[in-house]
RNA sequence: GCAGGGGUUCCCGAGUGGCCAAAGGGGGCGGGCUGUAAACCCGCUGGCUCAGCCUUCGGAGGUUCGAAUCCUCCCCCCUGCACCA
């Protein structure tokens, strides 16, 4: 047990010692991860932060999860960043709302503070922000970085992301972290929350930064780029994307997400079955693990239609007009259910599909198969 | 405020009067293959009951038989200068 377990996959712990020596102090600490609001799924990839907030509390410490909700109501006043759309409050709330619910399949709730940084932060006056501001200076911002990747790039960097860092320093502030955990790129935002911990007179905070989980497509996973499986995401989606990963990628996913020694399988396939069943698994328990697994192997290994197919309503008229129905049922343009049927993607009772208009009579009750893993049941007449 | 450079389809990014629904790449989708929703190969990728029609190139007008491309005004971004409590 002890500090090995607590910095697992950490990259870094500092300053060096100063997480000894608060351990040595004998009291739980206060462990804090602040997590944004801005999509409405935690990911496997804030994870493995939290995985550490889940070491830290076995052994007695206190997690503190931030939801960023101010942060995420001020938004990006640029306008010009979609990766910071401003959400309304209701949406906010109910983000918030699911994320200590899905946290919840790895941290333990019971040693949990949940805060929401609205509660101190709304109520700042400009005497107090800058306050606040005096505590750094805008060329020790701009080192930052991804700041100084945008400054060489001539993008736009608005004042308002400037004061990001010191707004999630004072998180720290407000909470009295004794360590704060974030993936590597949050490195920087740690660290100012230590120097601004020291300007308002408190121990200043531990930071400690985890491997950044590389999703699929190679880019870290984060919700705002859609490459993510979420913690509490439907068994199938998340056993399926799981089989997604590059091979490549399993040694990392084995020890960052199930924290696993061992020396893989030399059967990669095998080994990301394992891997995926663990995830659902964690998240929903084994039965819905071994039923996500049969679900894959039908549908996607053997290319047979689920168990269970939703059923859909025919359109009025005969004959129906494929495309328009299947644009329906499965979500897509007209222009789209077109070209899938003329690249061979529809199948009727699994028979290939040619005609864009169809006899009523050859449908009703019918299978229909738009691409590999996408089926509907047409009511019977 | 002044000067210069920019705003293109989901993203990046070509395109400077017709051959442009707009190159190329990414992503996504479909097909093939397979050990997986890996890898690899091929195709598709604005909308529409689709050999045609409609709507797109920051916004609004204008020139022209014809505009993403030219003109006018406006909005936004970048760089430099000026300003700098």
Redesign the pocket.
Known sequence: MGIAELTRNAVHVLPEGALEDKLEAGRPLRVKLGIDVTAPDITLGNGIPLQRMAAFQREGHVGVLIVGDYTTRIGDP???S?SRPILSDAEIDRNAQRFVEQASTIIDPDRTEVRFNGEWLAKLDFAEILRLTRTTTVAQILERDDFAKR?RA?????VSELLYPLMQAYDSVAVEADVELGGTDQLYNLLAGREVMQAYGLEPQVALTVEYLVS???EGMSASRG?YIGLKEAP??Q???A??????LLPQWYRLVMESEDTLAS???QA?LALARWVVTRAHGADAAQLAEAH?TR???E?RAPEEVSEVELPP?DPV?L??AL?EWFG?????????I????V?VDGGLVGEL?VPRTSLGGALI??????FVRVAST
């Open positions: 640029s306008g010009r979609a400054q001539r993008e736009p960097i608005s699929w497509d190679g490459n199938e989606e056993f399926g994307k089989m997604r990963i590059p091979d490549e059967d990669p396939l990301k894959f549908v996607v290994r290319g008229g007009h495309p328009a644009a897509l343009s007209t222009s789209e259910a077109r070209r899938l003329a690249q061979g993607g199948r208009d198969q738009a691409g590999k893993r996408r």
